[in-house]
């Protein structure tokens, strides 16, 4: 009868426990410092892949403009490592010295005023949380009081990211255009480009991502969660229930699009840079395949679906640089027709019940041999 | 207004592009009483309801329930102020199971934030379980709703209205596609849920109505051409003209 704790189940709290121990503890110990970036890099994606379980796979919103809150986390932290990286010093061969660099060639004199509470690493935690927040409370009221859905939705959402795109490139000496944010060198003084820092912010990376996957399963877990499964079914239904559905759906699109930005928080922080590449329609767009390869109700499968999707790309591409666009591709079509639900839907076909025999014989071996004992017991007795 | 009138309904209409769905109805409904609209196809039965619980917005008159205007309100607003409605086709959560289908019905934890750190306490366990034996689903509990029946169905979103106990209860054809057996249930479920509250029911089915109805309101063509009695309202010529046929 308890649905919470049904909910969070033993099989929930084991798959959690094994994505940690991959995350965790498998890959520092498999990969080189190089490679372990990279999957750190990959994991920041996967943020977006959870917050679209959430949003897309529980919620029924499509949302094809998560690269927007992916990028604005980004752009947060890389404003705030920028202007650390532009110290008077450093930059002291400028016109102007003590801003960034690409302000300095776009012939800008002082630093814009946004860009100035950036300085404090304070700031820029708040910013990195409130401002997709902000934003995408704006948004979700805009479309879902007015009851604009599904694809309508959707395609808003594009929009919106080429947008942002198109004015992050446009904007060229406030946001460093098409280049981006480059150069990052440190944090507080501490030097994000050493494989110390590499290995601290992989770990710091994955413990978040772990904490989102539980924050993730424990709303799919309460009653909003049931909400948010019933209005993707009957919204009628839960409106004429007594709820304001907008809210609800508001609710879920701002925690999605904190979530993206926390990954793209740490994507600066690990790959070194931020750029428009990572904001518009076409990244976007993959990190929802991210999910449906993942299986889009399953939040740990989403970030199996994403590490599976960036090996295969880093592997293609590395082994055929003229094919591998052909063979994503192929992959893709091939997952969505064989596997509509994802890794999560072939794993509930075939792993579970290959778990479940493997668990009922080790436990039944136990009660074999006492029975046995018993018997040999009774024989002697 | 006489305290003893749930609805009123006065001079309410509504039109869709110029063709009137309603027209200047006139309506009331009493405490306690089980009211049947009757009426062809088309004649503006389910606009009513749309009407009332505000899924269609009127073009004049008002809708008076208790001292609230509910034309002024929004959808949820008006649940909240105590009037359900149940759909025509079975409106149910298929992918969650007969009690949390019920749990989600529950009237508290209704905002976003209220749902995210709602708890499960004793009432709500025990309100799952009296509204399930109410609506004969004690049974199906942990069953996925979509598994049920076609009439099991109409009786768990009946008692997912149920779960917020409304003042107003309305019910669009709730025995479509229903067997003998279910109807002759289903008819004892109204009789039984309808001695503490108003229900409004469309329906089309004659022996059924006579079974529930202690008022009967015939419409067509968005007006009321005939309203009491199940006998007076089958006598009534107009009635025979337009629905009953001849």
Known sequence: MNLLTKKISKNDLIGVIVLA??????????????????????????????????????GGILSLGQGVFFGLGGYCMAMFLKLEASDPISTKIQTTPGIPDFM??????????????????????????????????????????????????????????????VLIVGQQGLTGGINGITDL????????????????????????????????????????????????????????????????????????????????????????????????????IEMVIYTAVGGRMSVIGAVFGTLLVNFAKTFFSEQYPDLWLFLMGGTFIGVVMLFPDGLAGLYERYGKPFVARVASKKKSEPTVAVAAALESGGKHG | MGSHEMLTIQGLGVSFDGFKAVDDLNFIVDRNELRVVIGPNGAGKTTLLDLICGKTKSTEGTIMFKTMDLTQMKEHAIVRAGVGRKFQTPSIYENLTVSENLEVSFPR????????????????????????????????????????????????????????????????????????????QTAELLNRISKNRSVIVIEHDMEFVRKIAHKVTVLHQGKVIAEGSMDKVTADPRVIEVYLGH
């Open chain 1, 21 to 58: 121990a991959i995350i965790l503890v498998l890959f520092p110990a498999v990969f080189s410092i190089f490679r372990l970036n990279l999957i750190g890099k990959y994991l920041t994606y996967a943020f977006v892949g959870v917050s679209l379980v959430l949003l897309w796979g529980n």
């Open chain 1, 104 to 165: 300095d060639w776009n012939q800008i004199t002082r630093l814009p005023l946004f860009w100035m509470p950036f300085k404090s690493l304070t700031f820029t935690i708040l910013a990195i949380i409130l401002v997709p927040a902000f934003f995408s409370f704006i948004i979700g009221v805009a479309m879902f009081k007015r009851r604009v859905g599904g694809v309508y939705f959707a395609i808003i959402t594009q929009a919106v990211a080429l947008i942002l795109s």
């Open chain 1, 185 to 284: 060198k440190t944090m507080h003084g501490w030097d994000i480009r050493s494989d110390s820092a590499k290995y601290i912010l992989y770990y710091v990376n994955g413990a978040l991502l772990i904490g989102c996957v539980i924050l993730t399963r424990w709303v799919l877990s309460t009653k909003f969660g049931m909400l948010l499964l019933a209005l993707r079914e009957k919204e009628d239904r839960v409106r004429f229930s007594g709820y304001d559905v907008a809210n609800f759906k508001t609710l879920a699109f701002c925690l999605s699009a904190v979530m993206c930005a926390i990954g793209g928080a740490m994507f600066t922080l690990q790959v070194g840079f931020m750029s428009p590449s990572f904001v518009g329609i076409t990244p976007s």
């Open chain 2, 109 to 184: 934890g209704r905002t976003a934030f209220g749902a995210l750190f709602f708890r499960r306490t004793q009432d709500v366990t025990e309100r799952v379980k009296s509204v399930a034996e109410e609506v004969l689903l004690s049974d199906k509990l942990d069953q996925q709703a979509a598994l049920l029946s076609h009439g099991q169905k109409q009786w768990l979103e009946i008692g997912m209205l149920l779960m917020q106990d409304p003042e107003l209860l309305m019910l669009d054809e709730p025995v479509a596609g229903m067997t003998v057996n279910e109807r002759e």
